[in-house]
């Protein structure tokens, strides 16, 4: 069976600090794979995608960045976090089907304080 | 811009009561629409559904959608404690990478 893993599940930085992220799928092969952020009392909005190793599709415009190194790991990075990156991470997984739309599934998630 | 809108926004009822939660959505080139439930940590998946008018049920919980009129409804029944959370509805549409756009979901509180 098909697992997601997130770590850390907690974190806490102050503001200008680097961040680093991970998110690995167990149980599958050539995922796609997705970060979402949650803020306080929003819905879950779609950061990065990505279709396969090294493509890497940006949503939104932000200081954050997403990088695919292996087939079933997901990194989002920053080179300096502000207040505003503050939320719940979630990694998400999906399986490309030939025909029809596919589910997502969600991994534990990071919440993020930047302080 | 694709987009989900989920009524209401908070909900509290007592045990046994029954709910039906909303789902309106504009999206181009529809594909699917689904129902997640978020306790504390990860949503995990309810239903998805992409033909009108198929009842997708699932213990006390069922769901349908109406393509023509653009919206989903989430009914529990017989609502029991377990079942407070946020409900969140996303659609799948557009595109061929199956990006999900969320609504800003639903909480439910159950109270015993």
């Known amino acids: 069976s098909q697992t997601i893993h997130q770590w850390p599940a907690t974190l806490v930085q102050p503001v200008g600090s680097p961040l680093s992220l991970e998110c690995t799928v167990e149980?599958?092969?050539?995922?796609?794979l997705y970060w979402y952020r949650q803020a306080a009392g929003r819905g879950l909005q779609l950061l990065f995608y990505?279709?396969?190793?090294?493509?890497i599709s940006s949503e939104v415009p932000q200081n954050l960045s997403a990088s695919r190194p292996q087939d079933r790991q997901f990194i989002l990075s920053s080179k300096k976090l502000l207040l505003s990156d503050s939320g719940f991470y979630l990694c998400?997984?999906?399986?490309?089907?030939?025909?029809?739309?596919?589910?997502?599934?969600f991994g534990p998630g990071t919440r993020l304080t930047v302080l | 811009e694709d987009k989900v809108v989920q009524s209401p926004l908070s909900l509290v009822v007592h045990e046994g009561d029954t709910v039906t939660l909303n789902c309106s959505y504009e999206?181009?080139?529809?594909?699917?629409l689904l129902w997640y439930k978020q306790e504390k940590k990860a949503p995990t998946f309810l239903f998805m559904l992409?033909?009108?008018?198929i009842e997708k049920k699932s213990g006390r919980l069922s769901s349908i959608l109406d393509k023509k009129e653009l919206f989903s409804i989430l009914n529990i029944t017989a609502t029991q404690t377990g079942d407070s959370a946020v409900y969140l509805c996303?659609?799948?549409?557009?595109?061929?990478?199956?990006?999900?756009?969320f609504g800003k979901g639903t909480l439910l509180t159950v109270n015993p």
């Open positions: 998400a997984w999906s399986v490309l089907r030939l025909a029809g739309p596919d589910t997502q599934y």
């Open positions: 149980g599958t092969s050539n995922p796609n």
């Open positions: 990505s279709v396969g190793i090294g493509q």
């Open positions: 999206v181009t080139n529809f594909r699917s």
């Open positions: 992409t033909s009108s008018g």
């Open positions: 996303a659609v799948v549409g557009g595109g061929s990478n199956y990006k999900l756009t």
